[in-house]
């Protein structure tokens, strides 16, 4: 079945970029999610890409998309205090489920 | 406007016993679903329901499990006869369900802490 895969943990420096990484298996996947869960809070999406796109940037964070190795990273530029969460990569392909990853926790470091 | 809530925030009960959790999703989202998070897990669909649609029950682990929803409004998620494997967060999304990316995108209220004792 599809399988979406996300390393644990991530620490940076504040300041620095924070590059989150994740691979999925679902070569038909149509949306890749980045979902962001602060402790106590609910999920919140940070943003989304369209399979038939390679980048998108909103402000500090730019999303890239390799559709040939399947392959999706978020970059969080200028890494804050307020950025410490977990990050969870999420794909879909049939509108309405989504295939989790396990989620990254980003620590920064002072 | 508000957000999708869900109560309780927490609940601890006795394994065997019934618990029935509740989700209040936005107001005019068709689509809610519900997911499990084990802790330090990734998310685990159980059910979806889209409108007056037969709901989608494929994520549910066992006939323990039960979910309702009356038309586009409350839903509530049953366990029956809970055992300690349950304890989990259990979290409630909704969505406008609108073909498209953006119409898809899923809300998600605070969850609801299971613990089984």
């Known amino acids: 079945g599809e399988d979406v895969e996300q390393s644990l943990f991530l620490s940076v420096r504040e300041g620095d970029s924070s590059v989150i990484n994740c691979t999925y298996t679902?070569?038909?996947?149509?949306?890749l999610y980045w979902y962001k869960q602060e402790p106590g809070a609910g999920l919140q999406l940070l943003t989304y890409?369209?399979?038939n796109m390679d980048m998108k940037q909103d402000q500090r964070l730019t999303v890239l998309l390799n559709k040939k190795d399947k392959h999706l990273s978020l970059r969080i530029a200028d890494t804050q205090t307020g950025d410490s969460a977990i990050y969870f990569c999420?794909?879909?392909?049939?509108?309405?489920?989504?295939?989790w990853g396990a989620g990254t926790k980003l620590i920064i470091k002072p | 406007g508000a957000g999708v809530s869900q109560s309780p925030s927490n609940k601890v009960t006795e394994k065997g016993k019934d618990v029935e959790l509740r989700c209040d999703p936005i107001?005019?989202?068709?689509?809610l679903y519900w997911y499990r998070q084990r802790l330090g897990q990734g998310l685990e669909f159980l059910i979806y329901?889209?409108?007056?649609?037969?709901?989608?029950k494929s994520g549910l682990p066992s006939d323990r499990f039960s979910a309702e929803r009356t038309g586009e409004s409350v839903s509530t998620l049953t366990i029956q006869r809970t055992q300690q494997e349950d304890s989990a967060v259990y979290l409630c999304?909704?969505?406008?369900?609108?073909?498209?990316?953006?119409?898809?995108?899923?809300?998600f209220g605070p969850g609801t802490r299971l613990t089984v004792t």
């Open positions: 890409i369209f399979s």
């Open positions: 999304a909704s969505s406008q369900g609108l073909a498209g990316g953006h119409g898809w995108e899923q809300y």
């Open positions: 107001s005019g989202h068709t689509a």
């Open positions: 679902d070569s038909s996947s149509t949306y």
């Open positions: 329901f889209q409108g007056n649609s037969a709901p989608d």
């Open positions: 999420a794909e879909s392909h049939s509108n309405y489920q989504l295939i």
